[in-house]
């Protein structure tokens, strides 16, 4: 299939050369004009250090393990994610706990080691969608670097703080003691 | 002044001879850092973008970005100096200076300023006091030397690219020079001198005067050819990411290649200076029959900054042309209308105008 | 000032002999013209020195470079074998042409007349006494040469494009 190609007839102005090259400069020069009298916060370029993108709501960013109000942590450890995970990069090692004083000795399960190595993630959500306690996000933070490897091994304490800053909640450093049945708590 | 002088032991003329000397290379020099400076800023405003703004004076001070110059200036200089294996070591060390001596040279014989009498001398506000006898000749000289630096550093690199940016950019540069002349001869005609001041005089204050009116094809020519001269966009053959990489330049780096974007500045100085001289009327204030001497120098150096700016404008909004059609422009285009100028300007001299 | 521009022209000149890389001869040649235009305003004439530069040095020598680029003969030549008698035959030639331009140069009346009376001072050269030269004095001789050159230009032409 042939395309015809229209041939553009120019008119006599247009071949002076004079004329369209001051149009494009007409333009250029309203484009100059008005970058500069756009407030800096309005312009096209957000200044990356000092302004930062508002993420979109579906943002697969930094990880993010879920607690409950009462600080614990809503992993169960049934190691979905970590069969999930294309990468390989989690691995949880459970452990039994007891809330002996409430439930009468029932006994639950939570990860003593949860850790994601962000070298390998390749933030593709496959974790949350295997999720069945919605213990695990990707939310919106996108500044994912160290000057290490090492300190790129996010551990369980890492990952339940990572947005705690953000959200404006404590920073945990240890399991909380339970005080109510997790049964009991609205997910 | 006089005291000034006497307390350096010097004679006024050899003092204000200095002190022009110092003004006019600092200032061309100083102006042409401030306008990669501008250029960079510019292109970016005209690209909706933002440009250089993050470099800060001491650490502190932002104003605008200006201090890029600086961390420029110094990077430049801690760079290392390589110079490639094969090259020709003595021209490859001495093409920087062929290209940013003539540059500045170019400007010593162009007033930027009224001249005015003190003491019973008269100075004037050029390097070289008019009535030289070189004259407008000066700078087209001048002007002509520009080639060696451009050739002798791409030769002298011994790469393909260099050479063939090179080659381009020295062919053009002489086939628009013929243009070029001969726009500035038909000026040299209606003027009836070849000095730069009696081209001003010549002009007078009112701006429906000035030669861009009396002989808008001829400025058009000359304004065309100076960007073939000063290696300008839409003319820069001797570079071209797109076809051979960065051109005669593509060896240099560190303080050697900083002086080549000089030069090109500079002669951008120049060149925009030149034009307002030509042009515009030089240091004459539009309806003022007699300014003041500050007043003059900054008519002057506000056309000169606008013709600048100018070259920085036309670089972001016309494309670089092909070759042939630049080679098609200079000799079919640019050479028969400069001619037609002049011949047409005869043809009006010998009518008695 | 003389000294430094004689100087320049000389030095240029001998590089330009002695050079046996062709871009280095080529520039120490633009040396040489540069001196001969600084004499050129030494002798009160700048326009033939801001003719010399703009004629020789901007446009005919970087078309000679561009040339040489173009065939890009970046080795340096070869040297020779070692020829005793012609380089010794061209010394004497050239001391003997030197000893007899001098020798001419002060037998010359002029010569005299400069000693006997100080040189007179020569007024300064303007485009516009070059114009008045060409147009008025010397019509003829610069018509013919016009002509010449027009007539060189058309073979040029006629030589190099083959189907005219």
Same mark, same amino acid.
């Given at each position: 299939?042939?395309?015809?190609?229209?041939?553009?007839?120019?008119?006599?102005?247009?071949? /002076?050369?004079?004329?369209?090259?001051?149009?494009?400069?007409?333009?250029? @020069?309203?484009?100059?004009?008005?970058?500069?009298?756009?407030?800096?916060?309005?312009?096209?370029?957000?200044?990356?250090?000092?302004?930062?993108?508002?993420?979109?709501?579906?943002?697969?960013?930094?990880?993010?393990?879920?607690?409950?109000? %009462?600080?614990?942590?809503?992993?169960?450890?049934? @190691?979905?994610? &970590?069969?999930?995970?294309?990468?390989?990069?989690?691995?949880?090692?459970?452990?039994?706990?007891?809330?002996?004083?409430?439930?009468?000795?029932?006994?639950?399960?939570?990860?003593?080691?949860?850790?994601?190595?962000?070298?390998?993630?390749?933030?593709?959500?496959?974790?949350?969608?295997?999720?069945?306690?919605?213990?695990?996000?990707?939310?919106?933070?996108?500044?994912?670097?160290?000057?290490?490897?090492?300190?790129?091994?996010?551990?369980?304490?890492?990952?339940?703080? /990572?947005?705690?800053?953000?959200?404006?909640?404590?920073?945990? *450093?240890?399991?909380?003691?339970?005080?109510?049945?997790?049964?009991?708590?609205?997910? | 002044?006089?005291?000034? =002088?006497?307390?350096?032991?010097?004679?006024?003329?050899?003092?204000?001879?200095?002190?022009?000397?110092?003004?006019?290379?600092?200032?061309?020099?100083?102006?042409?850092?401030?306008?990669?400076?501008?250029?960079?800023?510019?292109?970016?405003?005209?690209?909706?973008?933002?440009?250089?703004?993050?470099?800060?004076?001491?650490?502190?001070?932002?104003?605008?970005?200006? !201090?890029?110059? !600086?961390?420029?200036?110094?990077?430049?200089?801690?760079?290392?100096?390589?110079?490639?294996?094969?090259?020709?070591?003595?021209?490859?060390?001495?093409?920087?200076?062929?290209?940013?001596?003539?540059?500045?040279?170019?400007?010593?014989?162009?007033?930027?300023?009224?001249?005015?009498?003190?003491?019973?001398?008269?100075?004037?506000?050029?390097?070289? %006091?008019?009535?030289? *006898?070189?004259?407008?000749?000066?700078?087209?000289?001048?002007?002509?030397?520009?080639?060696?630096?451009?050739?002798?550093?791409?030769?002298?690199?011994?790469?393909?690219?260099?050479?063939?940016?090179?080659?381009? =950019?020295?062919?053009?540069?002489?086939?628009?020079?013929?243009?070029?002349?001969?726009?500035?001869?038909?000026?040299?005609?209606?003027? #009836?001198?070849?000095?730069?001041?009696?081209?001003?005089?010549?002009?007078?204050?009112? $701006?429906?005067?000035?030669? +861009?009116?009396?002989?808008?094809?001829?400025?058009?020519?000359?304004?065309?050819?100076?960007?073939?001269?000063?290696?300008?966009? $839409?003319? %820069? @053959?001797?570079?071209?990411?797109?076809?051979?990489?960065?051109?005669?330049?593509?060896?240099?780096?560190?303080?050697?290649?900083?002086?080549? =974007?000089?030069?090109?500045?500079?002669?951008?100085? /120049?060149?925009? =200076?030149?034009?307002?001289?030509?042009?515009?009327? #030089?240091?004459?204030?539009?309806?003022?029959?007699? $300014?003041?001497?500050?007043?003059?120098?900054?008519?002057?150096?506000?056309?000169?900054?606008?013709?600048?700016?100018?070259?920085?404008?036309?670089?972001?909004?016309?494309?670089?042309?092909?070759?042939?059609?630049?080679?098609?422009?200079?000799?079919?285009?640019?050479?028969?209308?400069?001619?037609?100028?002049?011949?047409?300007?005869?043809?009006?001299?010998?009518?008695?105008? | 000032?003389?000294?430094?521009?004689?100087?320049?022209?000389?030095?240029?000149?001998?590089?330009?002999?002695? &050079?046996?890389?062709?871009?280095?001869?080529?520039?120490?040649?633009?040396?040489?013209?540069?001196?001969?235009? *600084?004499?050129?305003?030494?002798?009160?004439?700048?326009?033939?020195?801001?003719?010399?530069?703009?004629?020789?040095?901007?446009?005919?020598?970087?078309?000679?470079?561009?040339?040489?680029?173009?065939?890009?003969?970046?080795?340096?030549?070869?040297?020779?074998?070692?020829?005793? +008698?012609?380089?010794?035959?061209?010394?004497?030639?050239?001391?003997?042409?030197?000893?007899?331009?001098?020798?001419?140069?002060?037998?010359?009346?002029?010569?005299?007349?400069?000693?006997?009376?100080? !040189?007179?001072? $020569?007024?300064?050269?303007?485009?516009?006494?070059?114009?008045?030269?060409?147009?008025?004095?010397?019509?003829?001789? @610069?018509?013919?040469? #016009?002509?010449?050159?027009?007539? !060189?230009?058309?073979?040029?032409?006629?030589?190099?494009?083959?189907?005219?």
């Amino acid at each position: 299939m042939a395309v015809i190609v229209k041939k553009v007839e120019l008119t006599w102005l247009d071949r /002076t050369y004079v004329w369209p090259v001051m149009k494009g400069m007409g333009i250029t @020069f309203q484009h100059f004009l008005k970058q500069l009298f756009t407030p800096t916060a309005k312009r096209y370029t957000i200044q990356y250090p000092d302004m930062k993108k508002e993420m979109p709501a579906g943002y697969r960013g930094l990880h993010e393990l879920k607690r409950f109000e %009462d600080g614990a942590i809503k992993c169960v450890a049934c @190691f979905m994610c &970590q069969e999930a995970c294309p990468a390989r990069c989690i691995s949880i090692e459970a452990e039994e706990f007891s809330d002996l004083n409430i439930t009468q000795g029932f006994e639950e399960k939570r990860p003593a080691v949860f850790k994601i190595d962000m070298l390998r993630c390749i933030y593709c959500g496959m974790c949350e969608e295997a999720c069945p306690k919605d213990a695990i996000w990707l939310r919106n933070d996108y500044e994912v670097a160290a000057y290490d490897r090492l300190s790129m091994q996010f551990g369980k304490w890492d990952l339940m703080n /990572t947005y705690a800053e953000a959200d404006g909640k404590d920073s945990l *450093g240890q399991d909380p003691t339970p005080s109510v049945p997790r049964r009991t708590i609205a997910m | 002044m006089d005291k000034l =002088a006497s307390m350096l032991h010097m004679t006024p003329a050899i003092f204000w001879m200095v002190v022009k000397v110092v003004i006019v290379f600092a200032g061309v020099m100083s102006l042409a850092a401030v306008w990669t400076w501008v250029e960079r800023r510019g292109s970016a405003m005209i690209q909706d973008r933002i440009g250089p703004n993050r470099a800060r004076l001491f650490g502190r001070w932002p104003i605008l970005g200006l !201090a890029q110059i !600086a961390a420029d200036g110094i990077k430049f200089f801690f760079k290392e100096d390589l110079v490639p294996t094969d090259a020709n070591k003595r021209l490859f060390w001495l093409a920087p200076f062929l290209a940013f001596v003539p540059a500045l040279m170019g400007f010593a014989v162009i007033p930027f300023g009224k001249s005015f009498v003190s003491g019973g001398q008269t100075y004037h506000l050029a390097l070289l %006091d008019p009535g030289n *006898g070189m004259g407008m000749l000066y700078p087209l000289a001048i002007g002509g030397m520009a080639v060696y630096g451009v050739l002798v550093a791409a030769w002298s690199s011994n790469n393909k690219w260099s050479i063939l940016g090179g080659m381009r =950019a020295s062919a053009a540069m002489v086939s628009y020079e013929i243009g070029l002349s001969l726009a500035v001869i038909s000026i040299f005609m209606t003027t #009836g001198g070849y000095d730069p001041s009696e081209v001003i005089s010549a002009q007078g204050h009112l $701006p429906w005067a000035w030669n +861009i009116v009396r002989q808008p094809l001829g400025f058009i020519v000359f304004f065309t050819c100076m960007f073939a001269e000063t290696n300008r966009l $839409p003319f %820069d @053959f001797a570079e071209g990411e797109s076809e051979i990489v960065a051109g005669f330049n593509t060896e240099y780096g560190s303080m050697k290649y900083s002086l080549l =974007a000089l030069a090109e500045y500079s002669h951008l100085m /120049t060149a925009s =200076a030149l034009i307002a001289t030509l042009y515009f009327g #030089g240091w004459q204030v539009p309806f003022v029959k007699d $300014p003041t001497v500050m007043l003059s120098v900054a008519s002057f150096l506000l056309k000169m900054l606008f013709f600048a700016w100018v070259f920085v404008w036309i670089r972001w909004t016309v494309p670089r042309f092909r070759y042939d059609q630049l080679m098609h422009l200079g000799w079919k285009v640019m050479l028969p209308l400069s001619m037609a100028n002049l011949i047409f300007h005869a043809w009006r001299m010998s009518q008695g105008h | 000032m003389f000294i430094t521009f004689a100087l320049i022209t000389l030095l240029g000149a001998l590089g330009m002999l002695l &050079q046996k890389n062709v871009i280095m001869a080529g520039l120490c040649m633009v040396a040489t013209f540069f001196g001969v235009a *600084g004499l050129f305003v030494l002798l009160a004439n700048p326009v033939a020195a801001a003719l010399q530069i703009i004629v020789y040095t901007g446009a005919i020598l970087v078309l000679v470079l561009f040339v040489i680029m173009m065939l890009n003969s970046h080795e340096e030549e070869k040297a020779q074998a070692p020829r005793p +008698i012609q380089r010794w035959v061209s010394l004497a030639l050239v001391a003997a042409l030197a000893f007899g331009s001098v020798k001419l140069v002060l037998a010359s009346s002029g010569l005299k007349a400069l000693g006997e009376s100080g !040189a007179a001072v $020569p007024q300064a050269m303007t485009l516009q006494k070059v114009g008045t030269a060409l147009f008025a004095d010397h019509l003829l001789g @610069f018509e013919v040469a #016009g002509f010449l050159l027009l007539a !060189a230009m058309i073979g040029a032409v006629a030589l190099t494009k083959r189907n005219l």
